[in-house]
């Protein structure tokens, strides 16, 4: 399933940096300006509002398709021989949270569209021991 979104609405802070005191993000990276007027990929930087740069165009949209790891299990049971018979079974495991996503807009959650804070990835190392 292909997913477009619109960057417009959604992610107007990282579409709009210094409006409203938000942050520059890697959308801005080639913004507008005269002398870069031929090759800009993004509308020019303001600390107000510009209702130039809030006209609905294809330029906004964007392709939303995301692959993301959001969690995982990988376990192993040690079989049971030589000393391990006297206990019932022996379980040792990993597993992850948020551990990877690949999406094409760097700096924003593709579920979302919001910037600040990356989830956080966690990792777990652990073990089961059944008698």
Known sequence: MNRTIS?????YN????????NNITAF????????????ATSPR????????NNVGADFWFRNGNFFKLRSIELGYTIPQSGVLKKIGAIRVFANGTNLFVSNKINGLEPENL???YPLT???????????
């Open 7 to 11: 960057m417009l609405g959604a992610a």
């Open 28 to 39: 801005s990276n080639n913004a507008w300006t005269p002398e870069t007027a031929a090759t």
């Open 121 to 131: 990835r966690v990792v777990d190392f652990g073990f089961n021991v059944k008698f």
């Open 45 to 52: 930087l303001s600390t107000l509002a510009n209702l130039n």
């Open 114 to 116: 919001s910037m600040g």
């Open 14 to 21: 990282y579409t709009h940096p210094f409006v409203n005191n």
